[in-house]
């Protein structure tokens, strides 16, 4: 399959991120609204109806319908996940397809700037910084492994490792080490994974 124009523009905004999830040894390359990575979500919302931010009647229907009905993400629950309207699994091939085509930008282009960037310094012009930041929102920014417990992302300023159970490591940290590389459709020309640093890089 291929991203649509909309997932793209969805991914651009930041409405949307992909996740790489382990389940019983398998991974999984899923798409999604960033918010529908965050394990236990019911926690949250109690948090509103503790601070007076929403109501019993509130609480009580946004648990319900949140996420399709799985209101905490977990083993047991995850293929039930994975059929939920606007839930999207792509191969690790399509990403890969995807993530070289023109309509993600020059890849090649842009990881070679980047590549002189950190080697001398050499500043980005606007339009490849742009195209950066773009080409990075097609980068996982989510790691979920269910058989090791481990919750690790990349959505800064958001606090989604408060989210998950007790017992779990998580973290808001790089997680690549932990992907194989067999995973990695990021890697096919080059790691484009430091592409993702370079806004915040000096």
């Keep these: 399959m291929r991203l649509n124009r909309s997932i ?6 930041g409405e949307k991120a992909i996740c790489f999830f382990v ?20 926690r949250d919302y109690k948090a509103h109806l503790d601070k007076g931010n929403i109501n019993k009647e ?25 059929k939920v309207d606007g839930v999207v699994v792509i191969s690790k091939d399509d990403l890969e397809r995807t993530f070289f085509s023109d309509s993600a930008g020059d890849v090649l282009s842009i990881f070679n700037s980047v ?3 950190y080697l001398s310094g050499v500043e980005l012009n606007a339009h490849d910084f742009r195209v950066a930041g773009n080409i990075s929102t097609l980068l996982p920014m ?10 690790m992302h990349l959505d800064h300023g958001r606090f989604h490792e408060d989210l998950v159970y007790p017992g779990w490591i998580a973290k ?7 992907i194989p590389e067999k995973e990695k459709y990021w890697i096919a020309r080059g790691d484009c994974w430091k592409i993702r640093f370079i806004q915040g890089a000096v």
Excluded: P, T
């Design 8 to 13: 793209f523009d969805d991914l651009y905004s």
């Design 23 to 42: 389940h019983h040894g398998r991974c999984y390359w899923v798409l999604d609204h960033k918010y529908n990575f965050s394990l236990d979500a019911e």
């Design 58 to 82: 509130q609480y009580l229907s946004a648990c319900e319908s949140f996420r399709g009905g799985v209101l905490k993400l977990n083993s047991e629950n995850f293929f039930k996940y994975l």
């Design 115 to 117: 590549e002189k960037y």
């Design 142 to 151: 989510f790691y979920i492994n269910f058989d090791r417990m481990i919750y």
């Design 172 to 178: 808001n940290v790089d997680f690549n080490f932990l």
